[in-house]
């Protein structure tokens, strides 16, 4: 995979993490991907997010929460 297609599904898992992810714990979860790459994808994100952090804000709804950590385990767990 490529860092712009690990992007968003970095992003997604930051966004659905309840603590604080290391980049060890997303290479683990995205077994198989380069730890560089995982690095330079959230060294991006990092940076895009400091660009943009006085224009926008998280406002997740308990059913969006849940949602999303209803796929994040399952697909964590391999059944997607």
Known sequence: MTVDELRPIIESLIY????PISVKQLAAILEGESVDDIQ???DQLAE????RAEDWT???SPAVIESQR???SAS???AI
């Open 58 to 60: 998280f406002d997740r």
């Open 76 to 78: 964590m767990s391999g």
């Open 70 to 72: 209803a796929r994040s």
């Open 48 to 51: 895009e997010f400091n660009a």
């Open 16 to 19: 659905v993490s309840e603590e």
């Open 40 to 42: 330079n994808a959230t």
